[in-house]
């Protein structure tokens, strides 16, 4: 079978198992590109060229694993976040591309020149932090997390992008102080949510996506620790769910935090709280 058949042939598998026909496309190619190590141009020069026994037990593997709903960027064991390609592993997060806004929004707070003390709470694989030092890479840029799995990952891809960024084994805002930004994703599913959730979120660790029954479990510590680790005139940005951003705004508001917005996400949901200390 030539590189072009097997294209043609996982395409197909993928539009078996009900991917629609433009994503099975793309992701035929991805799968493809990852059984043979060729890609872009030089995979079209060798198209002709016949899949090795062990590249087709690759691209098999593969398929069968993305027909069973695993997520494709677990597969290739890389996903890209902001224009930069993370590893990934399982048990720790996959970068969302919804996750990219709350990084924009994160950057509208941030001096374009100049120093700023920044945490990302819950960092995973480190995608927040990451890019916002890859953005800005003046401001001292921090990264808490309780997961050693998910740290050493995070440290992985900072070498890897050359990237210089502190991480720190540590829940919540880690202790620090005079912080002019805090951002995150926190775990924020209501557990009623596990009944409805997609395929693809088996393969995640259940802590970095459920937050008891409200969603809020995490959330609602890091506000009130938020308030504390702040400098006057600082930003606390988060990413929640549109069933309880709404529920959070309103406590940051009692808490004292001022010009409190929630922002929606590409697709007009709510998503992202923003509030000033």
Known sequence: MTRAQALRYARARLEEAGFPSRQAELEARQLLEHATGAQG???????????????????????ARRAAGEPLQLILGTAVFCG???????GVLVPRPETERLVEL????LPESGPARVLDVGTGSGAIALALKQARPEPDVYASEVSEAALELARANA???????????APLTAGLRDLDLIVSNPPYLPEAYREAAPPELAWEAETALYAGADGLAVARPLLAEAAGALAAGGWLLLELDPTNVHVLAREAERAGF???????????????LRARR
């Open 106 to 109: 994160a950057l509208e707070r």
């Open 41 to 63: 141009a030089r995979f079209w020069r060798e198209a002709r060229a016949a899949l090795e026994p062990a590249q087709e037990r690759l691209l098999e593997e593969a398929l």
């Open 84 to 90: 930069l390609e993370l590893e990934v592993r399982p």
């Open 258 to 272: 001022g010009e409190v917005a929630v922002l929606p996400d590409l697709a007009g949901r709510a998503r992202f």
């Open 159 to 169: 070498r890897r992008l050359g990237l210089a960024v502190t991480f720190l084994h």
